[in-house]
């Protein structure tokens, strides 16, 4: 079984910055992808930034420029760097991974969510 923790949401106004971090813990073999997605209320969850299974990041168009990813491989540990927020980023920010463990295949585990609010 994998773990993923979120951290670093919060409530911020238009401009401002948040850094989410997600740490994945457990019996961990190998982490293929990680990185983030996002739901917003009444809207279907979407993809902000992800480390593909290649190394690749790939972005939402509505974030690219202002949102990094980043990861530390030895922390099993992904960031998510949110610059020039708006009010639409507003959503219940959730950690992703596609991970196996030993006696596992791989599989698609998810975090509890972290809630990042924008005020205009």
């Known amino acids: 079984q994998v773990q993923l923790v979120e951290s670093g949401g919060g409530l911020v106004q238009a401009g401002e910055s948040l850094r989410l971090s997600c740490a994945a813990s457990?019996?961990?073999?190998?982490?293929?992808?990680m990185g983030w997605y996002r739901q917003a209320p009444g809207k279907k969850r979407e993809l902000v930034a992800v480390?593909?299974?290649?190394?690749?990041?790939n972005y939402a168009d509505s974030v690219k420029g202002r949102f990094t990813i980043s990861r530390d491989n030895a922390k099993n540990t992904v960031y998510l760097q949110m610059n020039s927020l708006k009010p639409e980023d507003t959503a219940v920010y959730y950690c992703?991974?596609?991970?196996?463990?030993?006696?596992?295949?791989?599989?698609?585990?998810w975090g509890q969510g972290t809630q990042v609010t924008v005020s205009s």
């Open positions: 480390f593909t299974g290649g190394g690749a990041t």
């Open positions: 457990g019996s961990i073999f190998h982490i293929n992808a």
């Open positions: 992703t991974a596609n991970a196996r463990s030993p006696a596992t295949a791989y599989y698609d585990y």
